[in-house]
């Protein structure tokens, strides 16, 4: 495909990553020569020096012939602009990342009159993430998959746990409910395990379970399930906003601190039910004169990796239950985790996975939209994909057992007209059904006939 990423920021450098090594034609536009500059260098991409919303650039980048164009810079009227202008070009498909709360009910309404192909907001995504993560304390991410009836869940295997020493094949007798585990994440790399693989301490299983049995799984597995009830997020960003009201809304105790005087007073206008802090909630003193301690959870939203790492850390050491930290560079969440920072949402990798969705969809043969869903799980180095099966995808009604798949995939559950199958050797799927797929393969996985080996 012919793609066009106007803005060299974080979001548009990680598209242009990702896009590029799956084999499409990336052209980057940005007003910053020196950065593009560099992602030409280190890329497959070409590089357009201009403002995206003008014809001139536009055209210079070649939008007549675009299949795509995604408008990633940091204004959200500019990016609306550069997709009304892109389609009025030629564009066959426009997509626009806006983060404007107040602009969240007009673009529903007004999708198809600005051409837009669909939205993005990173903000409101990561928010809706912790949100979640909030619901179920003792999981370290929460992705879901059939319309909310099936979850993948990133469970920690502590000393002490349960299931230390256990081959998969028997984790029925301990939780109790049909799961399986998909992924292990181990020091020695990703594993998509079969049912002998035996679990040691230390690792991260990541689990496939009906969004009704997670309250049963946790219970079964002995792990500590808190109700949150009271949430201290440190930072007054986009993410803080949409996160508390959620939170409020559910009937938690909400406080926020942040150092800047107007986005407080923006904060205290908006939030009038969360406590306002004004304050630098990067310094110990401060924070344990707000009590952070005695609160549930903790949220780090600064606009720095760093500092939100060491203030999780502090939370951590401090005896909070529950610990969320946003970072945006996803290279070093294998290494964050090590620490022991508990979970961890990502802004621009939650908006990269939206848009890829979009994209492996746009790129099958037939031009149907058979990608559902797409998650990236083990800190971006496993996709989890949900499909839907159609009258052409082979194998139907054929037992799992039988079917010949391609290394590094595990088909880890099937939807049949509503209800939800933890897949065994004999399970089979058919037309309609939906399918979840997870795979650690370099191969990027656009329709489910792209599983099979034969």
Do not use: W
């Amino acid at each position: 495909m012919n793609i066009i990423i106007v803005g060299d920021g974080k979001v548009g450098a990680a598209l242009a990553t990702q896009l590029s090594s799956e084999g499409h034609d990336v052209t980057i536009i940005d007003s910053n020569p020196q950065a593009l500059s560099e992602s030409a260098e280190r890329l497959d991409v070409m590089a357009v020096t201009g403002n995206g919303a003008s014809m001139a650039t536009l055209r210079e980048a070649g939008v007549e012939k675009a299949d795509l164009l995604i408008a990633a810079t940091s204004r959200d009227e500019l990016n609306l602009l550069t997709c009304l202008t892109a389609k009025k070009l030629g564009a066959r498909g426009t997509i626009a990342r806006i983060r404007n709360p107040e602009y969240s009910d007009q673009l529903v309404a007004m999708q198809d009159e600005l051409g837009l192909s669909m939205t993005v907001n990173p903000e409101l995504a990561a928010a809706q993430e912790a949100y979640q993560l909030l619901q179920f304390p003792s999981f370290l991410k929460r992705d879901t998959f059939a319309k909310g009836r099936v979850e993948i869940v990133s469970i920690p295997v502590g000393k002490g746990s349960q299931l230390i020493g256990i081959p998969l094949f028997k984790i029925y007798e301990i939780a109790g409910v049909n799961v399986l585990v998909c992924a292990v994440q181990r020091e020695d790399g990703v594993h998509i395990p079969s049912g002998g693989f035996t679990l040691q301490e230390g690792d991260t299983i990541f689990v496939t379970a009906g969004m009704q049995d997670l309250a049963r799984l946790v219970k079964n597995l002995g792990l500590v399930e808190k109700r949150i009830r009271s949430l201290f997020i440190i930072g007054g960003s986009r993410i803080a906003f949409y996160l508390a009201k959620r939170c409020l809304d559910s009937g938690m105790n909400v406080k926020i601190i942040e150092r800047e005087h107007k986005r407080c007073v923006e904060l205290a206008e908006q939030l009038p039910r969360a406590t306002i802090i004004e304050a630098d909630g990067s310094r110990e003193d401060i924070l344990d004169a707000e009590g952070v301690k005695s609160y549930d959870a903790v949220v780090t939203l600064t606009g720095m990796d760093e500092e939100n790492l060491v203030l999780s850390m502090l939370a951590s050491h401090l005896g909070v239950g529950k610990v969320i930290t946003k970072i945006n560079r996803l290279e070093y969440a294998g290494v964050f985790r090590k620490v022991g920072i508990g979970s961890i949402i990502s802004p621009k990798g939650l908006c990269c996975s939206h848009i890829l969705r979009y994209v492996r969809a746009m790129s099958t043969a037939s031009g149907i939209e058979r990608v559902i869903t797409l998650h990236s799980i083990v800190d971006g180095q496993v996709e989890a994909l949900e499909f839907q099966a159609a009258p052409d995808t082979r194998h139907q009604g054929q037992a799992l057992k039988d079917i010949p798949l391609k290394r590094g995939i595990l088909i880890s559950c099937i939807t049949h007209k509503g209800r939800t199958i933890i897949p065994k050797g004999d399970s089979s799927f058919t037309a309609g059904d939906t399918v979840i797929v997870v795979t650690a393969g370099e191969e990027a996985i656009s329709d489910l006939n792209d599983i099979f080996a034969d």
